[in-house]
């Protein structure tokens, strides 16, 4: 039977680098990483060392880590993931923190997150704003079983809807929506390196900005006076984001960074009355800040 250091160290020779073998061996014997480091001598039986060694072919294979294991953390939450949602990532926390900024002031705000996968964002918000009344969309109905569950795991309330975009919330208006939708352009090469993540969740083909458009074309119909619409996308849509917004009658408009200094998310504010919904080419107040 190998120990531990030597499994891992076959995983390192196989291509798998150290952090990834770390937690699907974890995961394996219900043990934390730093336990693992501790116990490096300790034995492995045969079913586990199998079943690790499964796992590392699949890592090899792109699996995500997040799917062998069944878990993300994301936000100082723990989501169940799988399959059929996206890997939550780090910078789309930019997003919800941006968030929380704005709804300080607001006491009992109404949120909707559209496209929300497993629930990562729309959770993040209501456990930090409890409060709040916090709706959340998915066209998928797998995806929104999962963020539902998540839901129900972790005990925050949010409201679930099934429906593409706007569909879902006909006749519902917020003081702030958010979303991360797919943006990935269909010809972009770094799609090859994601095909184990649901395509639909990545990409709406074309030139990746179409999600964009359909929720910035509808959300005049869904802003309370003074709310607020933010955005992720790649980081090359940035001017492209702030056009739309800024077309549509968004005021203020501003794109936020990540930790990589890339242009990561963006937003506007909605002022009932402020001009034609996404009919202004007039300039507007727009820029770049830093997070």
Do not use: K
Not at 47 to 65: K, L, M, N, S, Y
Not at 166 to 188: C, H, I, K, M, T
Request: aromatic share 4%.
């Amino acid at each position: 039977m190998n120990s531990v250091a030597l499994a891992l160290s076959e995983a390192r020779r196989q291509g798998v680098n150290r952090l990834d073998a770390q937690l699907l061996l974890a995961h394996r014997l219900g043990r934390s990483r730093s336990w693992l480091i501790a116990h490096d001598d300790a034995c492995l039986d045969s079913a586990t060392e199998q079943a690790f060694r499964h796992d590392i072919e699949q890592r090899r294979a792109g699996v995500p880590v997040a799917y062998l294991v069944g878990t993300r953390e994301f936000h100082g939450l723990q989501l169940a993931v799988t399959p059929a949602v996206l890997v939550p990532r780090p910078e789309t926390e930019l997003l919800v923190d941006w968030a929380l900024e704005l709804l300080t002031p607001n006491p009992a705000p109404r949120v909707a997150d559209l496209g929300t996968g497993s629930g990562a964002i729309a959770l993040a918000l209501a456990h930090r704003r409890p409060d709040a009344l916090v709706v959340a969309s998915d066209c998928d109905a797998q995806s929104l079983a999962v963020a539902q569950g998540n839901g129900r795991s972790l005990g925050l309330a949010v409201q679930f809807e099934c429906g593409s975009w706007w569909e879902a919330l006909p006749g519902r208006r917020f003081d702030l929506v958010l979303s991360n939708p797919p943006y990935v352009a269909a010809d972009d090469p770094h799609l090859a390196a994601l095909e184990n993540e649901p395509r639909h969740a990545l990409t709406p083909g074309g030139d990746g900005l179409a999600a964009l458009r359909a929720i910035i074309d509808g959300a005049p119909e869904h802003l309370l006076d003074g709310a607020w619409l933010l955005l992720e996308h790649g980081h090359e849509q940035g001017p492209a984001v702030r056009a739309m917004l800024d077309r549509c009658g968004f005021i203020g408009v501003q794109t936020r960074r990540d930790l990589a200094g890339l242009e990561r998310c963006t937003g506007g504010c909605w002022r009932v009355g402020g001009g034609s919904p996404c009919a202004h080419s007039g300039s507007r107040a727009t820029g770049t800040i830093s997070a």
